[in-house]
């Protein structure tokens, strides 16, 4: 069983800044594929990131690519997602997740099915 707790969220103009962090208990964080996902307002969730067991590797959805950046620290137990340039489209709540599955690609992991666990959610507001 793992828990996972985000934070970071809040309000920031278009332009601005956020870094996301998500805290998980267990001994066994590093055996898990950590992924970031979103949900806007009346909107389904959607794949943001992920970072694999290592952290040597991540991949990016299409729409944040080159703003965001996802990163882990083992020893700590945390994953961390650094959000740039923020956009009004990217007002959502952000879930951090964790997948204890092996896939062939990472771009298997868009899948919100691919994960075990799931935390709360932190909201992002980005205003125009």
């Known amino acids: 069983q793992v828990q996972l707790v985000e934070s970071g969220g809040g309000l920031v103009q278009a332009g601005g800044s956020l870094r996301l962090s998500c805290a998980a208990s267990?001994?066994?964080?590093?055996?898990?594929?950590m992924g970031w996902f979103r949900q806007g307002p009346g909107k389904e969730r959607e794949f943001v990131a992920v970072?694999?067991?290592?952290?040597?590797?991540?991949y990016y959805a299409d729409r944040v690519k080159g703003r965001f950046t996802g990163s882990r620290d083992n020893a700590k137990n945390t994953v961390s997602l650094q959000m740039n340039s923020l956009k009004p489209e990217d007002t959502a709540v952000y879930y951090c997740?964790?997948?204890?599955?092996?896939?062939?690609?990472?771009?298997?992991?868009?899948?919100?099915?691919?994960?075990?666990?799931w935390g709360q959610g932190t909201q992002v507001t980005v205003s125009s």
């Open positions: 970072v694999s067991r290592s952290g040597d590797t991540t």
């Open positions: 267990g001994r066994t964080f590093s055996s898990y594929a």
């Open positions: 997740a964790a997948s204890r599955r092996i896939v062939g690609y990472y771009s298997d992991y868009t899948s919100p099915y691919e994960y075990d666990y």
